[in-house]
């Protein structure tokens, strides 16, 4: 079981975030997916030409939220809760993904042991609240 919560940060303060979807991925069978994170990642989106491969790897993630296969998912509860029960493996990738209209990515993943019980802490705003 992966339990865990998602945050995220105003200034001074944290906030849970409720009704986020997290799924968990085998990164063997997704490692397109893996890639995609990857690139988003190192990409600077300070620069005009990496801005447009952002740009893309971005579409290309929301493209395979809706069609990679996870083995499990759930919803933050109101405190920013949630739990995936996977099976046993070497790896699992923990994705929370939402469009909002004020961010124009919204997104975290972590890579993380499959053999055992544990928790993630998502942090939403892309590590602006330092956990």
Known sequence: VISGQAKDCAPGREIAIPGLEVRAFDPVSNSHLRGV?????????????????????????????TTATSLTHDS??????????VPLMDSVLVLAFTELEDE????QSKMVGGRANLSVLLDMSGGGCGL
Request: net charge negative; charged share 15%; aromatic share 12%.
């Open 76 to 85: 933050t509860s109101s405190t920013g809760s949630f739990s995936l029960t």
């Open 37 to 65: 994170l990857r690139s988003l990642d190192t990409l600077n989106i300070m620069d005009p030409i990496q801005n447009g491969l952002s740009n893309s790897a971005y579409a290309e993630l929301k493209n395979l939220w």
């Open 104 to 107: 124009p990515e919204y997104y």
